[in-house]
C-alpha cells in the first residue's frame, strides 16, 4: 500500500471539497516513536465569516481561533463543555478562517474494524489535545495525514451536529460527510 502525505494544496481548496476529500484519508500520530493511524470516517465543514455555526463567525479573530486564519493544513484544537479536545485543520488558504471538524475514524485492532464516533472520542483515542493546536500537519512529526491508495465507497451527506444554536439554516446545511459502520 502506498502512502501519500497530504500536501498544503490538498487543504487550501475550497473547504466542502477538502472536508469530502478527507473521508477515506488517514490520520497518522506518532506518539513517542509508537505510530497510529486511523482512517477518517466523518467530518464537517465550517465555512468561515459568514456561517453562524463557525468559530469565525462576522470575523472573530481571537487567539483561540487564530489557527484556523493560517495555512491549510493547520491544526485546530480547542476545548468544547470544559472537558472534550476536538480537531479540526484549516482550510481555502491563509487568511480564510474556514475549516473540517474530524467527527469519526475508523481503526483496525486485532484484525477488525472498529468505528470511533465523536469528535472528543477520536482526540482522545488519539491523544490530541491542547499542544498540538498550531502545529502544521503538512510537516509535523507528530500528526498529519495520509492518502492511501483505498478507493472509499458510498459517501454520504448531510446536515451538520449539534449546530441548532447557529440557527435551521446553518443547522441544516448539508456540510457533513461520512461512510458508514460496515
Given at each position: ?13 475550497p473547504?466542502?471539497?477538502?472536508a ?36 469565525a ?26 472537558m ?27 484484525g ?28 509535523s ?42
Open positions: 500500500m502506498t502512502a501519500e502525505r497530504l500536501s498544503r494544496d490538498d487543504f487550501n481548496r473547504t466542502l471539497h477538502v469530502r476529500g478527507l473521508v477515506g484519508s488517514y490520520l497518522v500520530r506518532n506518539i513517542k516513536g509508537r505510530r497510529m493511524s486511523a482512517m477518517i470516517a466523518e467530518t464537517e465543514a465550517y465555512k468561515g465569516p459568514r456561517d453562524a455555526a463557525s468559530h463567525f462576522g470575523g472573530r479573530r481571537t487567539a483561540r481561533v487564530e489557527p484556523l486564519y493560517r495555512d491549510g493544513g493547520t491544526v485546530y484544537v480547542y476545548l468544547v463543555y470544559g472534550h479536545w476536538l480537531l479540526n485543520f484549516s482550510t481555502a488558504g491563509a487568511g480564510n478562517p474556514e475549516g473540517v471538524l474530524i467527527r469519526a475514524i475508523m481503526v483496525e485492532e486485532k477488525t474494524s472498529r468505528f470511533i464516533v465523536g469528535p472528543g472520542l477520536v482526540t482522545r483515542y488519539l491523544q490530541i489535545d491542547k499542544r498540538h493546536d498550531g502545529i502544521d500537519a503538512t510537516t512529526n507528530q500528526l498529519w495525514l495520509e492518502n492511501r491508495d483505498e478507493r472509499v465507497r458510498g459517501i454520504k451527506r448531510g446536515p451538520r451536529v449539534g449546530v441548532d444554536y447557529a440557527g435551521a439554516y446553518w443547522a441544516a446545511r448539508p456540510w457533513r460527510f461520512w461512510i458508514e459502520a460496515r
